[in-house]
């Protein structure tokens, strides 16, 4: 079965840097594009970061450069998503995605939810 | 930026009718264009990439269309677990925007 499992949410305090991980199974990690994307508590959806396959491009919404940074480990089938100087507006729950060859997003987590909050 | 604008927000629906959901690009975006359907508490999920790709899985009352800026949802024969909401995105260039979202309910 083809799965994502993100863990590594939490509450956190305003300016902290947790880091999330996706861990993937049932299909070959390694030849996929992967991406984070989150969603504000009430709120629709927003891509946050995308990397390649073999991690030599990343791309990020322009709310999180410097901040955030994405990055995979192919030998452990995991992504990762470094968090840093936080703010109450990162609050969301935040999904991991394998990404298509039309740059869809065909398969999702079932997400985990980072507070921001002191 | 390419900003993604749904219409309408929200609209109300019976089983077993047609609703239509609309998508328009700030900029032509050709047909990278995905649908995704999203049910409280749960991830959301692909329907329809490329404007008119039918997802595998996903039943055949569900249709997209369109290209270059505007774009089209159509959900035929409703059923009761299709009440949900619906975001528009594009993966034409970086960032990849989608929708404000269009929440479907029962009327």
């Known amino acids: 079965e083809v799965q994502l499992v993100e863990s590594g949410g939490g509450l956190v305090q305003p300016g902290g840097s947790p880091r999330l991980s996706c861990v993937a199974s049932g299909f070959s990690f390694s030849t996929y594009w992967m991406s984070w994307v989150r969603q504000a508590p009430g709120k629709g959806l927003e891509w946050v970061a995308n990397?390649?396959?073999?991690?030599?491009?990343?791309y990020y919404v322009d709310s999180v450069k410097g901040r955030f940074t994405i990055s995979r480990d192919n030998a452990k089938n995991s992504l990762f998503l470094q968090m840093s100087s936080l703010r109450a507006e990162d609050t969301a729950v935040y999904y991991c995605?394998?990404?298509?060859?039309?740059?869809?997003?065909?398969?999702w987590g079932p997400g985990t939810t980072v507070t921001v909050s002191s | 930026d390419i900003q993604m604008t749904q219409s309408p927000s929200s609209l109300s629906a019976s089983v077993g009718h047609r609703v239509a959901i609309s998508c328009r690009a700030s900029q032509t975006i050709s047909n990278y264009l995905n649908w995704y359907q999203q049910k409280p508490g749960k991830a959301p999920k692909l329907l329809i990439y490329?404007?008119?790709s039918l997802q595998s899985g996903v039943p055949s009352r569900f249709s997209g269309s369109g290209s270059g800026t505007d774009f089209t949802l159509t959900i035929t024969n409703l059923q009761p677990e299709d009440f949900a909401t619906y975001y528009c995105q594009q993966s034409y260039s970086s960032p990849f925007t989608f929708g404000q979202g269009t929440k479907l309910d029962i009327k």
């Open positions: 995605a394998r990404v298509g060859a039309y740059y869809d997003m065909d398969v």
């Open positions: 990397i390649k396959q073999d991690g030599s491009e990343e």
């Open positions: 490329t404007a008119s």
